[in-house]
């Protein structure tokens, strides 16, 4: 009995002892990913592009980077509750959000040697940005009504964007690490598409008008869009920055 509650004892303390070991561990950056010098800008926009383009529908575990193509949110709701002319709830489920492998950064500010003081900003442009998946609309656009439930395809055409953000800095084991706490997307597309289908119970003459309405006065329909999209859009680079820098301290990330 003694032999066997010592063994058992042995066993618990390894385990405690090799998981705190592990915790405490420090991550290695990649080797085969470049690391830019603080502040040098060109270096960081070059690599963020190749690395997306190389790993946006693989993912890279070792880079905690993850499969952005498509980019999979179980939810989007859209609803900011206004009246006046264009009043709409539109609530997305299991979504994709397609062409962010795409993405053509043209310029970064910041990253720079002490990240308590340096901006954080990426600006740059998509050729497409999809976001695809199952709706419920119930709303009023101007004086039409609409209702429906079934597929949705939202297409920006050619969206330029910003990414803004502030972090929390942390430090463990000797090392700062950065925690993203304000992040900030903006997106300005040069048109939309909009296609619902299944609209005012699957009418076929009401969903063509609609949808054709909808993509005539597109303008209109992205101003009440837009926020939601760009919360959701937000979140993405939020997690995606959020894992990078949980694992690697920020130092580490770039060349000394």
């Given at each position: 009995?003694?032999k066997?509650?010592?063994?058992?004892?042995?066993?618990?303390?390894?385990?405690?002892?090799?998981?705190?070991?592990?915790?405490?561990?420090?991550?290695?950056?990649?080797a085969d990913?470049?690391?830019?010098?603080h502040?040098?800008?060109?270096?960081?926009v070059?690599?963020?592009?190749?690395?997306?383009?190389?790993?946006?529908?693989?993912?890279?575990?070792?880079?905690?980077?993850?499969?952005?193509?498509?980019?999979?949110?179980?939810?989007?709701?859209i609803?900011d509750?206004?009246?006046?002319?264009?009043?709409?709830?539109?609530?997305?489920?299991?979504?994709?959000?397609?062409?962010?492998?795409?993405?053509?950064?043209?310029?970064?500010?910041?990253?720079?040697?002490?990240?308590?003081?340096?901006?954080?900003?990426?600006?740059?442009d998509?050729?497409?940005?999809?976001?695809?998946?199952k709706?419920?609309?119930?709303?009023?656009?101007?004086?039409?009504?609409?209702?429906g439930?079934?597929?949705?395809?939202?297409?920006?055409?050619?969206?330029?964007?910003?990414?803004?953000f502030?972090?929390?800095?942390?430090?463990?084991?000797?090392?700062t690490?950065?925690?993203?706490?304000?992040?900030?997307?903006?997106?300005?597309?040069?048109?939309?598409?909009?296609?619902?289908?299944?609209?005012?119970?699957?009418?076929?003459?009401?969903?063509?008008?609609?949808?054709?309405?909808?993509?005539?006065?597109?303008?209109?329909?992205?101003?009440?869009?837009?926020?939601?999209?760009?919360?959701?859009?937000?979140?993405?680079?939020?997690?995606?920055?959020?894992?990078m820098?949980?694992?690697?301290?920020?130092?580490?990330?770039?060349?000394?």
């Amino acid at each position: 009995m003694l032999k066997k509650f010592a063994k058992l004892w042995f066993l618990l303390v390894s385990s405690s002892l090799l998981y705190i070991s592990n915790s405490n561990a420090v991550a290695t950056f990649p080797a085969d990913i470049t690391r830019c010098r603080h502040g040098d800008t060109e270096c960081i926009v070059r690599t963020s592009i190749n690395v997306i383009r190389k790993y946006g529908s693989s993912g890279y575990a070792a880079a905690a980077f993850p499969v952005i193509e498509p980019f999979r949110l179980k939810r989007l709701d859209i609803s900011d509750g206004r009246g006046g002319s264009l009043s709409l709830k539109l609530n997305f489920r299991d979504v994709d959000v397609l062409g962010l492998s795409g993405v053509n950064f043209q310029r970064a500010v910041g990253f720079g040697k002490d990240p308590s003081s340096s901006k954080f900003e990426l600006y740059g442009d998509l050729p497409k940005m999809i976001i695809r998946g199952k709706y419920t609309a119930d709303g009023r656009i101007l004086i039409l009504p609409i209702r429906g439930e079934g597929d949705a395809d939202i297409t920006l055409d050619r969206p330029k964007f910003s990414v803004k953000f502030k972090p929390n800095l942390v430090n463990k084991n000797g090392k700062t690490y950065l925690m993203v706490d304000k992040l900030k997307v903006s997106l300005e597309p040069r048109k939309i598409f909009v296609k619902l289908t299944n609209l005012f119970n699957g009418d076929q003459t009401l969903s063509s008008h609609m949808n054709e309405f909808l993509n005539e006065n597109w303008f209109e329909i992205w101003s009440e869009l837009q926020p939601s999209v760009q919360v959701a859009i937000a979140e993405i680079m939020k997690n995606i920055l959020t894992n990078m820098f949980k694992r690697f301290a920020y130092d580490d990330i770039f060349e000394v």
